[in-house]
């Protein structure tokens, strides 16, 4: 049984990808090494077949070919292929808020009976930012004036009225700095489609202005991101701490085990509340009930909200299937492997795909629309509980691996933990300990695992380092993931994690809300989507100084980014001027002048900047020195 390997710290992976290769399965790892050498041109940025005369590459080293049939060099062709990666993450973050808030304008029409405005204290809050009236008016009309003007942000709209989830979500100063330099954004779809207009063929050949439309993409991004937190929280509930557990060793031999994986909440927010109903059925089919466990992040939000354990996330998706204990995975979209078709074929589990922009081969599609949800939902779990009577009395393998996690830090959550200490002014505790030092910084950590990277070392080895120099870390996504299989949110590591100031801070607040200990060393702020709750937590705190996000001592990592929507995030966190590192290469270094804007000149621009540093030793000191520069701005010790 193997609990070390090369390829992931953790050990029930380890395990899992021993038996993979003993019945000769393919995993990621496998097909990593078919495909290395990796392509050179791909790697650096420097391919482009944004029309047919193509593909055309440049040479890296300066030799020839220096331009492409069309004339364009290797700083457009990057710049046009960063560009496209923006478009692609600011897409998918945003059709998830869509999807959301549609689900929102059905609920409050009466046209989807299982859904319900939850929080309804976070309805009125959303609407009042947005400045739509609520005076006098029933949650009902309210949530359609906020399900509407959601929608309406999407549009284009005039320079005056800006995409509202950006303009009201960010600090005045922040605001007023992206309108003066053409970096607010007019509506979500158009600039998203104004990226795909400008790198077509024969379009835009001026490196600047392609790398200035993408940022102004990026906070399409933002936008879906904070849109889709907001609006998941009013229709099932703004999360609070919750305790629950973290890895393989989730599944039960004995139980129907189903997997909800993906991002969206839309349909396992459902499937969590019929697994409980559908008890009965499952002991009638010999099991001892349900186990709806989470995989990626909307694994994240069903942890987040209602306590239900992860399973795994990110690359070791395969791994889960691989225990032969998991007989459904219910998935939405982002972040799934096709190849779990292959693997569920081999392992006896039922493969259900719901959402008419996510189909695989080889799974069982039932679509999924929220008119009929609950019915829809029984039906998934009934695939789970006849693949259960299959695997009933069969042999499977369940690493014996969890972790405690303490989830469910929305900034709600923390506000209110920190209203414990001071109940007329709840950040007033964060600040003063940030002055006094005992709060060096704060870190967000995000994005997922990449299979260039022993899988979670970066996020393990950072979280390690800045925990000890008395950083205060929050993670979300599959960062979140990566961090809670090891450990790091069981308020029992704070002793060996963290630093004595951090440790004393984690313990105030533990004790001040009646845990009777800690907070746990890394705060849970949600999904993928939640990395909005960071901004929601430092705009505050900038309006608490009197200063932009650009001045606070926070920074961001994505050690092991793999996904578009993580060179968004990267994107719109360097726009709202934070130090932002990646732990892989971005296909950017093909050409030096757009590395160079990237991690140093668009600092004058948006206060921010990206650090690339793919050894996460070297990272953690440069986030640190960051941190440090932003203290010393601020005139705090360092
Ligand atoms: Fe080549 Fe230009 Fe066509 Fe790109 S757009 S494939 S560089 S000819």
Redesign the pocket.
């Known amino acids: 049984m193997a609990k070390s390997c090369k390829v992931s710290l953790d050990p029930a992976v380890c395990e899992m990808v021993e038996k993979a290769g003993r019945l000769e399965v393919e995993t990621v790892w496998d097909r990593y090494q078919a495909m290395l050498p990796q392509c050179g041109f791909g790697e650096t940025g420097l391919c ?9 590459r440049i040479d890296p080293f300066g030799g020839e070919p220096k ?6 060099t290797a700083d457009v ?1 990057v710049a046009r292929g960063l560009d496209r990666a923006i478009a692609a993450g600011g897409a998918s973050h945003s059709g998830h808020a869509k999807h959301i808030a549609h689900t929102l304008k059905k609920a409050v029409r009466g046209k989807a009976p299982d859904y319900a405005i939850k929080d309804k204290a976070k309805l009125r809050k959303v609407a009042e930012r947005l400045g739509i009236p609520t005076e006098g008016r029933s949650e009902a009309e309210i949530g359609l004036a906020v399900a509407e003007a959601a929608l309406a942000d999407f549009n284009e709209k005039a320079t005056e009225a800006p995409v509202t989830w950006v303009a009201t979500t960010v600090t005045e100063k922040r605001s007023k700095l992206l309108m003066e330099r053409g970096l607010m954004p007019k509506g979500i779809d158009y600039e998203i489609a104004d990226i795909m207009h400008r790198t077509h ?2 379009c835009d050949a001026d490196p600047i202005n392609l790398l200035q439309a993408g940022i102004r993409c990026s906070l399409t991004d933002f936008a879906g991101c904070h849109m889709g937190t907001d609006l998941s929280d009013i229709l099932f509930g703004t999360p609070q701490p919750v305790v629950s557990e973290a890895n393989l060793g989730v599944l039960k031999a004995d139980m129907v085990n189903v997997a909800v994986h993906g991002h969206n909440p839309v349909l396992s927010e459902i499937i969590v509340q019929v697994a409980e109903e559908m008890k009965p059925e499952a002991k009638a089919a010999g099991a001892g009930g349900v186990n709806v466990v989470g995989i990626c992040c909307t694994g994240n939000e069903v942890l987040m909200r209602h306590g239900i354990p992860s399973c795994t996330h990110s690359l070791s998706q395969e791994m889960a299937l691989i225990t032969g204990a998991l007989d459904a995975v219910v998935m939405d979209y982002q972040c799934i492997m096709p190849s779990l078709a292959t693997v569920a074929e081999c392992m006896g589990t039922r493969l259900i795909t719901t959402m008419e922009t996510m189909k695989i081969p080889g799974a069982i599609h039932i679509p999924f629309a929220e008119e009929r949800a609950k019915e829809i939902a029984r039906e998934i779990i009934r695939h789970a509980i006849e693949a259960f009577t299959r695997r009933r009395g069969k042999p499977v393998d369940i690493p014996q691996n969890r972790s405690k996690v303490v989830a469910g830090f929305s900034a709600e959550a923390i506000i209110n933990a920190l209203s414990k200490l001071n109940a007329d002014d709840p950040l007033k505790p964060l600040l003063d300990n940030i002055v006094a030092g005992n709060i060096r910084g704060v870190c967000l950590f995000c994005g997922c695992n990449n299979v260039k990277v022993p899988q979670d070392r970066n996020f393990v080895t950072m979280a390690r380092r800045l925990l000890k120099e008395n950083v205060l870390v929050l993670a979300s996504g599959c960062g979140a993931g990566a961090l809670m299989r090891h450990g790091f949110m069981d308020p029992a590591s704070v002793d060996e994690v963290c630093g004595e100031g951090l440790k004393a801070v984690l313990t105030a607040i533990g004790e001040a809300n009646g845990l009777g200990g800690p907070l746990p060393p890394v705060l849970h702020v949600g999904s993928c989507v939640d990395t909005s709750r960071a901004v929601a937590l430092a705009v505050p705190l900038a309006n608490r100084l009197g200063v932009d996000t650009d001045q606070l001592p926070v920074v961001a990592s994505a050690p092991e980014a793999t996904a578009e929507k993580a060179v968004a995030i990267g994107t719109w966190a360097v726009t709202l001027g934070i130090p932002t590192h990646v732990g892989v290469m971005l296909p950017v270094v093909g050409s030096r002048y757009v590395t160079q804007v990237l991690t140093d000149k668009v600092r004058d621009l948006t206060g921010g900047y990206f650090i690339v540093e793919p050894d996460p030793e070297s990272a953690g000191q440069k986030l640190l020195a960051a941190i440090d520069e932003r203290r010393a701005g601020l005139g705090l010790n360092v």
């Not at 482009?48 to 593909?55: E, I, K, Y």
């Not at 331009?67 to 364009?72: E, K, L, V, Y």
């Open positions: 482009c077949r944004h029309c047919l005369q193509g593909p055309c331009a492409g049939i069309c004339g364009a062709i063929y024969g």
